[in-house]
């Protein structure tokens, strides 16, 4: 029995022996494989650190570059205001030479109408000659002026006298218009040299009233007063009075010779 005991408690010992060897075994394993994984990330830590401090880096060289940019950028700013400022100047200065070649044409243009003979270096003298010449100029034109007074004075006193002839053929023509005799020949007897006139007593002819036949604006001859018989009257013609070639109508106008003189 004890022989048995021993013999187990010997196993026991050995497996108990295997299995401490086996968990030996498996801890320097399990310690390598910490020792390796911590090699690792300690490799992988530090390469991380290294990537962080690149990327702050870089971050910092961003926002360098960001500073140089916004820099640039407002000295671009600049360079584009200085560019508009420079083309404005360009404008300025372009339209000033444009006025001046302006003017200098017109300078020019004045100069091409100046007189003949008359230049830029002698244009003060050429002026007092000018001035001169204007004066002498005006003392004529002064003369002339006093003849065309003395012309206006003949033809207001013409006109004048033009205006009193045509008033008094107005104030002729308004007598024969205000001649009450509104007569006309009605018949005439050349073989026996008298004429009837449709007008009478009523149109005051009296046989001392002296008779004009006319005809038109002539005046065709005179008629002596034979007789008045109502509203007719008889009157000769006078043959002495006619007008050279000219013969008294009927239709002829019959007025007082007292009216037409």
Not at 15 to 26: C, D, K, L, S
Not at 68 to 93: P, Y
Not at 94 to 102: C, H, I, S, T, V
């Amino acid at each position: 029995m004890t022989k048995v005991l021993f013999i187990l408690s010997a196993v026991v010992m050995l497996v108990a022996t295997f299995f401490a060897y086996q968990n030996g075994r498996a801890f320097v394993d399990v310690r390598q494989s910490v020792a390796t994984t911590n090699v690792k990330v300690q490799s992988e830590l530090t390469a991380a650190t290294a990537i962080v401090k690149q990327v702050t880096d870089v971050a910092n060289n961003v926002d360098a570059v960001k500073q140089e940019l916004d820099v640039e950028s407002e000295k671009i700013k600049s360079q584009k205001l200085k560019i508009t400022q420079a083309d404005n100047d360009t404008k300025r200065t372009q339209e000033d030479l444009d006025g001046r070649k302006k003017k200098l044409d017109e300078l020019k243009l004045k100069l091409a109408k100046l007189p003949q003979g008359v230049k830029p270096e002698t244009l003060e003298e050429d002026k007092n000659t000018i001035k001169k010449a204007v004066a002498e100029l005006q003392v004529a034109a002064e003369l002339k002026k006093k003849e065309v007074a003395a012309e206006e004075i003949k033809v207001v006193e013409a006109r004048k006298g033009l205006d009193d002839l045509v008033r008094k053929i107005e104030d002729r023509k308004k007598s024969f218009e205000r001649n009450g005799l509104t007569a006309q020949v009605v018949a005439v007897n050349n073989d026996w040299g008298f004429v009837v006139v449709n007008a009478g007593q009523s149109k005051g002819i009296t046989e001392a009233t002296k008779l004009l036949v006319t005809r038109g604006t002539q005046t065709v001859g005179k008629l002596s007063i034979v007789s008045i018989q109502g509203n007719r009257t008889i009157a000769n013609i006078l043959p002495d009075t006619l007008g050279e070639g000219m013969t008294i109508a009927p239709g002829d106008r019959v007025i007082l010779e007292n009216l037409y003189q």
